[in-house]
């Protein structure tokens, strides 16, 4: 509480009311008095003034309307006078009486040391003398003038200075007893005032406070429109742009995460797929060597198997190939090299083209190829990508299928989707490797796969290609076999594009 602004500024005021207070009271006894005696001395000695232009002009003032003039002078500054003649008679007197006249006998008779205290001459000349005298009666301070007229007469004046005292400490008492209940009053003024100016300022710190939280939701409701409100409005704007700051450090942040994480993976991606590859070229590679050695030494002169290890050689360098082609392929796909065409084209004639690509295989391997002939069946999509699809479906189909030797193709519209799937009789692919087989290099049967040359990156070419149409794909277990499948939008939802 002492150290806020509320209390400061009121123990501030009040000391400076208490100071000025106390000031005043010293300037009023101090000088106040000395001020209000030069003026009674100036104000007796104007009456002198007055009082001897008069009888310069009129040598018999008791007979003439000057009588009215010099009572209303005296009336007016508050004074006495007494005009005494050559033989002891009062030609004038004002507010004087008996006073006045003893007076005047003591100065003349040589009694004025018989007053209370010794008159103190404060000025004398010619015309003159002023004193400062206590009557000897009354104990009553007074200002006396007194001298010679130019008519001969004798005059005293003379001028309370007593009553000024006793107001100067009445008017103390006074302006003490409103000065402390203009202190209680302006306290009580000071300390509704200083609230009102402090609410805003404690209300702008919470502000404050909370901001440093992050909590930018609170925010200056003020209605003052001094430097508070423009604080106020300040800081409202500062919120506003703190808000918007940290909410783009966040999203850059999340941003720099992903980008992050994004690199790590690739790093971690470069490394396994520096892995996979020498793994997978170490045996074809180790392969030819041994055998191109072989063939270089004259190992075997036998001409079939010489060119067994020329099989062997074409084979395995046909494996590399056609491993570094499906890389390349897929490199593109998963890099985004190369842009998804999307087209209109009948998806009954690819699956037909690709069926009669592979149909000396079939024959070679008496494997049957079921797909129903049927009407043709429009979408869209990359044509060229989706019979890369069908191909490695197809291929993965002859690689699997078991000794029923089995497959089937069917093609089936429903809803706006065309569903293209490719089933072979077969083992099942276990439930916990279903998610796996579409990941590079993944294998399964890793056995099986080597003697028919493959590599695992047919499936993950499907993914690639699948990924940048945005379209379904999977695999499914059945009782006797594998089903693998892919979706495309029928050409009927953009016929009115296309038309």
């Known amino acids: 509480m002492k150290h806020s602004i509320s209390y400061k500024m009121t123990t501030l005021i009040l000391a400076i009311m208490a100071l000025s207070l106390t000031a005043a009271a010293i300037f009023s006894n101090v000088f106040l008095e000395r001020y209000y005696n030069l003026t009674k001395r100036n104000t007796i000695k104007s009456v002198y003034t007055r009082l001897a232009e008069i009888a310069k002009e009129d040598q018999n003032i008791e007979k003439s309307e000057n009588i009215l003039t010099l009572d209303s002078i005296c009336e007016q500054t508050g004074v006495s006078m007494i005009m005494v003649d050559s033989s002891g008679v009062a030609v004038y007197d004002y507010g004087a009486g008996n006073m006045l006249a003893d007076r005047w006998r003591d100065m003349i008779f040589g009694n004025n040391e018989d007053q209370r205290e010794e008159p103190q001459i404060i000025e004398s000349n010619s015309q003159y003398t002023l004193q400062s005298t206590v009557d000897k009666y009354s104990s009553n301070q007074y200002y006396e003038l007194n001298g010679t007229l130019i008519s001969g007469n004798y005059f005293i004046i003379r001028m309370s200075v007593e009553s000024f005292r006793e107001s100067i ?5 006074f302006y003490l007893g409103v000065g402390i209940a203009l202190i209680i009053v302006i306290t009580i003024i000071i300390i509704w005032l200083t609230r009102q100016y402090t609410k805003p300022v404690l209300q702008l710190a919470e502000i404050s406070k909370r901001m440093s939280m992050l909590d930018f939701n609170a925010k200056y409701t003020g209605h003052h429109n001094d430097e508070i409100g423009i604080l106020g409005k300040s800081m409202n704007e500062m919120s506003e742009q703190l808000e918007k700051t940290i909410s783009e450090l966040k999203a850059a942040n999340i941003e720099l995460h992903k980008d992050i994480a994004k690199k790590e993976e690739v790093d971690e991606m470069r490394k396994e797929f520096i892995s996979n590859v ?10 030819i060597q041994g055998y191109a050695e072989g063939l270089q030494e004259g190992i075997n002169d036998n001409p079939q198997d010489v060119e067994y290890y020329c099989d062997v050689i074409i084979d395995e360098a046909g494996k590399m190939n ?6 390349l392929t897929l490199n593109q796909l998963e890099f985004g090299n190369g842009q998804v065409n999307m087209e209109r084209f009948d998806i009954v004639s690819v699956v037909a083209g690709v069926i009669n690509s592979m149909r000396l295989r079939a024959e070679q391997n008496n494997v049957t190829i079921e797909f129903p002939r049927q009407n043709p069946v429009y979408v869209w999509a990359d044509e060229f990508q989706i019979e890369e699809v069908i191909t490695n479906y197809l291929s993965n189909a002859f690689n699997h299928v078991d000794e029923n030797k089995l497959i089937k193709v069917e093609i089936i519209e429903k809803n706006g989707i065309v569903r293209v799937s490719v089933f072979n009789t077969g083992k099942q692919i276990p439930e916990e490797e279903l998610d796996n087989i579409w990941v590079k290099f993944y294998k399964v049967d890793k056995a099986r796969t080597r003697a028919y040359g493959g590599n695992g990156i047919g499936l993950s070419i499907v993914k690639a290609i699948m990924d940048r149409h945005e379209k379904g794909y999977g695999v499914m277990n059945h009782e006797n076999g594998v ?15 296309e038309e």
Not at 322 to 327: A, R
């Open 483 to 497: 089903e693998f499948w892919f979706e495309l939008d029928s050409s009927a939802l953009k016929k009115g594009t």
């Open 278 to 287: 020498s793994h997978e070229l170490k045996t074809p590679i180790a392969l």
């Open 169 to 173: 400490n009445i008017a103390n008492k």
């Open 322 to 327: 056609k491993m570094v082609k499906n890389l």
